[in-house]
């Protein structure tokens, strides 16, 4: 493992006590098979290392650090040892990070300690996904934001994608003859069935193919199969496989991040109504993961009229909003609350208002036509994911 190592001291201590000190620690570091490298130069502290971290060699430290901190990125390391007051000194640096809601660390203790955490920061740091996604169909007509590089930029996150056919999920469907019903929720038998039918046959192909994750081009099948999706994709979300509607895969890509690093499931939705004064967004869609919702009931799919939607209603609590762009590199996530729930005729089934912050930059820089919503507040934890991968927040 490489570090880089940067230093900073008061003026009020001599170079030659604090350097001492410092070649102490980096020589029981070295002897743990770790290689580090003293930086002169700040603007070098992100090159040729796997983690770089801020040396506090002392106190007084405190303002040296305010003067670069806005030159680098989360989270922060501060490297101490347990003399000329240089942990104090990290303490204080760190309680200014969380003030400013910016993640960090101190890493103080033995050589032995220091070897072991610096280690699981760097598996930490460096953590990809390595999961198999499926592309079932083409990305639906009207993403156009969409390029098909996304697929091969993705492997940056350690996600490969498999291009399954359409009409392979029709096929399988079309064999299947005992179909199982998983919901008990009262509805026509004959859509429920054939939306269960449907279940299967995605499901078996998530087999066949070992996919963790898909997204599937659903509405190609009201036409081919009468049937939906909806009820099959909010399904496995909740037996932990990753799934998205219409071939979205920017979409699935950031849900599966929030799978994986969070270990959450999340909602999939379409902004309808946005109050940029009042900081509310109305976000509908006809699927959902049951698990998020506290009541569910079930209706057609909104824009065909057929088949099976779900109507899901979130309990009133905090909540972030999430978004990917096709190029993997810009991030819209802020944090908020979910107001209430709807049930207009003129959206798709499952409706949410919530407030955010800063709902304008959906209008002036959207990222796509779809917005991730989870449960909970996960802002800093996902940007300090996304940093490494060099995705900026807009």
């Known amino acids: 493992m490489k570090i880089n190592i940067y230093p900073i001291s008061s003026s009020l201590h001599t170079k030659a006590s604090l350097d001492a000190h410092t070649k102490t620690l980096l020589e029981e570091l070295k002897e743990r ?47 101490t040892y347990g003399t000329n007051n240089s942990l104090a000194a990290s303490l204080e640096i760190l309680s200014f990070l969380h003030n400013n809601h910016l993640e960090g ?21 460096h953590k990809k996904l390595d999961t198999s996604l499926g592309l079932i169909g083409h990305p639906s007509d009207w993403l156009i934001g969409f390029e098909m590089d996304t697929i091969d930029k993705a492997k940056k996150f350690g996600m490969n994608f498999t291009f399954i056919p359409i009409e392979e999920v029709e096929r399988t469907y079309q064999a299947i003859e005992d179909v199982k019903i998983f919901t008990h929720l009262d509805f026509d038998k004959e859509a429920l069935k054939d939306a269960n039918k449907l279940y299967q046959a995605i499901k078996k192909i998530k087999d066949e193919y070992h996919l963790d994750a898909l997204t599937i081009r659903c509405f190609d099948l009201l036409k081919s199969l009468r049937t939906t999706a909806c009820l099959a994709l909010a399904k496995l979300n909740d037996e932990s496989t990753t799934a998205a509607c219409e071939g979205d895969v920017p979409s699935l890509i950031a849900m599966h991040i929030v799978r994986k690093v969070l270990g959450l499931t999340s909602f999939q939705a379409n902004p309808s ?8 967004i109305t976000l509908a869609h006809c699927t959902i993961p049951f698990s998020m919702c506290e009541k569910i009931s079930l209706d057609t799919h909104f824009e065909s009229g057929i088949g099976v939607g779900i109507h899901g209603e979130i309990k009133p609590q905090n909540a972030t909003i999430f978004r990917l762009n096709a190029n993997l590199d810009q991030c819209y996530i802020e944090e908020g609350e979910i107001l209430s729930n709807q049930y207009e005729i003129d959206l798709c089934r499952t409706q949410i208002n919530c407030r955010f912050p800063h709902l304008d930059k959906i209008l002036t820089h959207p990222l796509g036509n779809h917005e991730i919503i989870i449960l909970g507040h996960h802002k800093r934890t996902l940007l300090s994911y996304l940093k490494q991968f060099n995705i900026e927040e807009i």
């Open 105 to 125: 660390e101190v890493l103080h203790g033995s050589s032995d300690y220091l070897a072991k955490r610096l280690e699981i920061i760097n598996q930490k740091a």
């Open 273 to 280: 109504k946005i109050d940029v004064t009042n900081s509310i």
């Open 33 to 79: 098979n770790i290689e580090y490298h003293l930086l002169n130069d700040i603007t070098n502290f992100y090159q040729d290392a796997d983690i770089s971290v801020i040396l506090v060699q002392s106190g007084g430290s405190e303002n040296v650090f305010k003067q670069i901190y806005t030159s680098l990125k989360e989270p922060y390391y501060l490297l």
